[in-house]
């Protein structure tokens, strides 16, 4: 049976060590050698010599190197690990060595360079060898109880750290289990005696070598879910660093708790995704598509919820996709349709074959938005973002169905209109021609009746173009701009109405303002119907009408007074809701309905005073000039 690398590794290091202290007993018996053979020869030749005075003489001699036999022996029963047994082994054979080198080279020196050996000089030089030898002991030993001191000092401090750390903290021995050496009383109050739940995310092998490659700088650090709504982080330090199969790994554990780190991150998270959720809503309210819609709120769920896969799903079938050509989870979508769920807000979060969690979000009765992701659980700040984002489509889509239904509303009354307003015309006209050859072929009684055919006929005519002005206004984005000469259409329009009401007065104030406003064809017919309403609702014998216009910044005002009996200020902003007219009105009270729209579409406005010098009612146009 091939030994595992541990065995081998025991094995090598125990012949070191057996070496290392033979070594020192060979060298115990090498130097009890030589008085061994100066007390033979003194007992058994001449001249013989006592044994008791040999010995005596060698007794030094003898005890010595018996201390090296001994002590190896008794470096053999220590339990020491074998690097501190080789150590000593070590210093003994090297002092050794070096005593008998410096010795050897002042016997050298006396007795072949002097020719005299010296004793006393000899002993003293072995007596300041070893003072030496001594000195270089007594400062290794000093050095070794100031760094004993020195991490006595450390100690006593990381035990006060240990004791008024507020974090568990701990200090783990490795000897196939976990065994707690020492601990603060955080760490007994909370995990007692136990770490195994602690280290659980640590590696499987635990040593110095596989702390110091899987963490950062030589400490490991990991999150730990001890299952009680607290997040946790593990830090493991090893202190012991030594390759020695038989030395056991130490390492410091400090369990932090980091729940309101942790939280504060997953805040400003969440203030994250809602705030990229608003400009989301900005940037739907620009879509002009319901795709477009559907591509931008995916877009939008991917930074909301790291999913796997995602879809829009519109009445069953499947409109937009990331990842995904079907339907996540159809049980979802039942949900959805049969109203167990909102469909205005909430979600529903479910686990499907595969282990997969699929988030669906209600967008509308006929419409979800889901998500899957591999993550057993997603927070609760994340599934209110979607739910946000179904919100914000859901309205989307809301205003997409408006638009359309407008557009098309707006195209039907424009075909409407346009062929209601050309037969109508075209039978006014008819009619108004025929009566006109009708004049020459009746009595004075049956012209009379012509004269009224011919009235009604052009009150079409002029009914047909208060259509086609109100058309106009009411559809404001469709007509072009330009810049128009203002005196030239207040002009034209005071001569008109000069011919039509025959018994009133026109006052032009003059000089008219020579400048451009923005407008377009209507204009006149603003003017027209100011004009129009000054004399038609005038209660005065002789209507007087007074025209006046001045620049104001980059606007001009323009000024329709007349005599009449004026404006109560209680209905001056209602006069210009649509089919609002004066009880002794016989119009159809949209007149100045028509003229405001068309104002509001120029960017102007309209409001009614009293005509101070005239007594009636001053209505007065703003418009925007252009330069």
């Known amino acids: 049976m091939r030994p595992t690398p541990g065995e081998g590794a025991v094995e090598a290091t125990s012949f070191r060590r057996r070496v290392a202290l033979l ?140 004791e008024n750390s507020t974090d568990p903290i701990a200090t783990v021995r490795f000897d196939g289990d976990a065994i707690v050496e020492a601990a603060n009383g955080a760490f007994r109050e909370r995990f007692g005696e136990g770490v195994a739940d602690v280290l659980a995310d640590a590696p499987r092998e635990m040593t110095a070598d596989t702390v110091r490659e899987s963490g950062v700088d030589g400490t490991l650090e990991y999150e730990w879910d001890a299952g009680d709504d607290r997040d946790y982080r593990v830090s493991v330090t090893p202190i ?26 997953r805040e400003a998270e969440a203030r994250e995704r809602l705030e990229h959720l608003h400009r989301v809503a900005s940037d739907l309210a620009s879509v002009d598509t319901a795709d477009s819609a559907y591509e ?38 039942e949900r959805v349709q049969t109203g167990a769920v909102p469909s205005d807000g909430g979600a529903i979060t479910r686990t499907v074959d595969g282990g997969e969690t699929v988030l669906t979000v ?115 984005e469709d007509h072009d701009l330009t810049p128009m000469p203002a005196a030239t259409a207040m002009k034209a329009q005071v001569d008109d109405a000069r011919g039509t009401y025959r018994g009133a007065a026109f006052e032009v104030e003059a000089p008219l303002p020579d400048v451009d406003v923005l407008a377009d064809d209507l204009l006149a017919d603003v003017f027209q119907n100011l004009l129009a309403n000054a004399v038609e609702h005038n209660t005065a014998d002789a209507p007087h009408v007074r025209i006046s216009a001045e620049r104001d910044g980059e606007d001009l005002l323009v000024t329709v007074a007349d005599n009449g009996s004026g404006v109560d200020p209680d209905r001056r902003d209602a006069v210009f809701d649509l089919g609002e007219k004066g009880e002794a009105s016989g119009g159809t009270g949209i007149g100045l309905n028509i003229c405001k729209r068309i104002v509001d579409s120029y960017g102007g406005d309209i409001t009614i005073t009293e005509a101070d010098d005239l007594g009636g009612a001053a209505f007065t146009v703003r418009l925007p000039i252009v330069e």
Not at 240 to 262: F, G, K, L
Not at 299 to 313: G, M, P
């Open 23 to 162: 070594a020192v007993a060979l060298l115990g018996v090498l130097l009890l050698a030589p008085p061994i053979l100066d007390i033979w020869q003194d007992w058994t030749q001449p001249p013989f010599k006592p044994l008791w005075s040999t010995l005596l003489e060698n007794i030094t001699s003898l005890v010595l190197p018996g201390v090296l036999v001994l002590g190896s022996v008794w470096l053999a029963r220590r339990d020491w690990k074998d690097r501190y047994v080789y150590g000593a082994a070590e210093w003994a054979i090297a002092i050794v060595v070096g005593h008998a080198v410096v010795l050897g080279w002042i016997l050298f020196q006396q007795a072949y360079v002097q020719g005299d050996l010296k004793p006393y000089f000899i002993a003293m030089d072995g007596i300041v060898l070893s003072a030496d030898v001594a000195l270089g002991v007594g400062v290794y030993n000093a050095r070794s109880r100031r760094n004993r001191d020195r991490l006595e000092r450390e100690r006593d401090r990381l035990s006060a750290l240990y």
């Open 240 to 265: 012991d660093a030594d390759d020695d199969a038989d030395e056991d790994v130490r390492v410091h554990v400090r369990v932090a708790d980091i729940t309101d780190q942790t939280e504060l991150v």
């Open 296 to 333: 931008r709120a995916l877009n939008a769920l991917r930074s909301t919820i790291a999913f796997d896969e995602a879809c829009v799903v519109v009445d069953g079938d499947t409109v937009a996709g990331r990842g995904a050509e079907t339907t996540l989870d159809r049980t979802g979508i």
């Open 362 to 476: 209600p967008v509308g009765d006929d419409a979800v938005l889901q998500a899957g992701v591999t993550e057993s659980s997603l927070r609760d700040s994340q599934v209110t973002a979607a739910e946000l984002l179904g919100t914000h489509l859901r309205e989307t889509r809301q205003r997409l169905d408006r638009e359309d239904r407008l557009r098309d509303q707006r195209e039907r009354l424009e075909l409407l209109n346009r062929t209601f307003r050309h037969d109508l015309m075209n039978d006014a006209n008819v009619i108004d021609a025929r009566a006109s050859l009708l004049g020459e072929h009746v009595d004075e009684t049956g012209a009379e009746y012509l004269a009224t055919v011919q009235e009604r006929a052009g009150e079409m005519g002029e009914r047909i173009e208060t259509m086609r002005s109100l058309m106009k206004a009411v559809e404001g």
